[in-house]
């Protein structure tokens, strides 16, 4: 048994990393109780889980609350210390694609319903999932994310997940919605559902007063880029993979709601407003690397730029970028650069101290 929870986070405040906030240290201690029930020795022998007769108790921590709250860091700091091996943590949508692929699969052998073996191999090797960001979008997901967890829950996985809504909120709106209800029951049966009503927004707390904008290019703009990016990430990341349509866009530096990519990552390549309405639906801050200044040949990237950073700008996300030049001066002739002034002024507006502060919860 490692140190409790709370007594880490206490060190973190007093090492100056972390400020010290009453709702998330409390918040900690759900944590800490489920962390002691993942650490308990385990009972032995065929049959005796079904023979417990004590009731099971819920399955773990439904934590929501508003942007930049702290909910990913508590969830972090609780994956990175539960003493088992058996544990895992995904971004949910990045997990609901693998589920997807694995249902795609079953079904190709002659079961009468896939999502059984499919709950049955991640149960197998896996006591706890943390998924950071649950939210469902996807009608294919909505349909089978209750019987999925169900049995997930049946075979005493817990679950520990962060979300920017509560239960009742997911998939507003969604089509069919009807169907989808048993599995917000289910999460309010089997998960202590808690919001995280933390005294700030740390994420925008640390930005505030802090230049986003860094030019000319060079050794020293990369540097001061890594060094924010680890600041935010404490050195985390993961690829997520956003589908539109039939297409993937990939982003392979992601980490809580914040994605880190080049220029030419999303400006190089043949992609329209729908992978960047994706994008901005994924994160809450964006690193971009590398802005070029653009001559009169580049007038596709100068436009899906334009059409980048109006959807960043219309999705209130932050921007951390590094370009050649200031904003005014990154396209100055060629096809579009007259309506270039605007995404100008867009940049410098994204690079007050308040941007992003009121961005709505998707
Ligand atoms: N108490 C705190 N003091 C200082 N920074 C914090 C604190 N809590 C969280 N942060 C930092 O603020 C940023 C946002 O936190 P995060 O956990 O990603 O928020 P959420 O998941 O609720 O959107 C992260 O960089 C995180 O490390
Ligand atoms: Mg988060």
Same mark, same amino acid.
């Given at each position: 048994m490692g140190q409790h929870l709370q007594a880490i986070y206490d060190t973190r405040v007093a090492e100056g990393l972390l400020r010290p906030d009453p709702a998330q240290r409390a918040a900690l201690l759900h944590l800490e109780s489920l962390r002691g029930r993942l650490e308990a020795p385990q009972r032995k022998g065929l049959l005796s889980r079904f023979k417990r007769s004590e009731p099971v108790g819920k399955q773990g921590l439904y934590l929501w609350g508003g942007v930049g709250r702290g909910k990913s860091m508590l969830?972090?700091? #609780?994956?990175? *210390?539960?003493?088992?091996?058996?544990?895992?943590?995904? *971004?949910?949508?990045? #997990?609901?694609?693998?589920?997807?692929a694995a249902l795609h699969e079953a079904r190709k052998t002659?079961?009468?319903?896939?999502?059984?073996?499919?709950?049955?191999?991640?149960?197998?090797?896996?006591?706890?999932?943390?998924?950071?960001e649950m939210q469902i979008t996807d009608i294919a997901d909505a349909m089978i994310v209750g019987r999925l967890f169900q049995q997930l829950f049946e075979a005493g996985v817990m679950v520990v997940t962060t979300s920017n809504r509560h239960p009742s909120d997911l998939y507003k709106d969604g089509l069919n919605r009807q169907l989808f209800l048993p599995f917000i029951d289910l999460l309010q049966d089997r998960?202590?559902?808690?919001?995280?009503?933390?005294m700030a927004d740390y994420r925008q707390d640390r930005l505030a007063g802090e230049p986003v904008y860094f030019c000319p290019l060079g050794a020293e703009a990369t540097k001061t880029i890594d060094a924010i990016w680890r600041d935010l990430t404490g050195g985390h990341e993961e690829e997520l993979c956003l589908k539109v349509k039939a297409r993937e866009v990939r982003l392979p530096r992601f980490w809580a709601g914040m994605a880190r990519a080049?220029?030419?990552?999303?400006?190089?390549?043949?992609?329209?407003?729908?992978?960047?309405?994706?994008? /901005?639906?994924? /994160?809450?801050?964006?690193?971009?690397?590398?802005?070029?200044r653009l001559d009169a040949s580049k007038f596709n990237e100068a436009k899906r730029f334009v059409t980048l950073v109006d959807a960043l700008y219309e999705g209130q996300v932050r921007l951390i970028a590094t370009a050649e030049d200031e904003p005014e001066r990154l396209y100055l002739e060629g096809a579009g650069s007259f309506e270039f002034e605007r995404t100008a002024s867009r940049l410098r507006e994204m690079q007050g101290a308040d941007w992003g502060a009121n961005r709505e919860t998707l």
């Open positions: 969830m972090d700091l #609780f994956h990175t *210390h539960v003493g088992i091996k058996e544990r895992r943590r995904v *971004h949910f949508h990045a #997990f609901m694609q693998e589920v997807q002659d079961v009468d319903d896939a999502i059984k073996p499919v709950a049955a191999a991640i149960a197998r090797n896996t006591r706890l999932l943390c998924f950071d998960l202590e559902v808690e919001q995280l009503e933390a080049s220029f030419w990552d999303l400006c190089g390549q043949p992609l329209g407003p729908g992978d960047y309405l994706a994008l /901005v639906g994924a /994160v809450e801050l964006l690193v971009l690397e590398g802005i070029p």
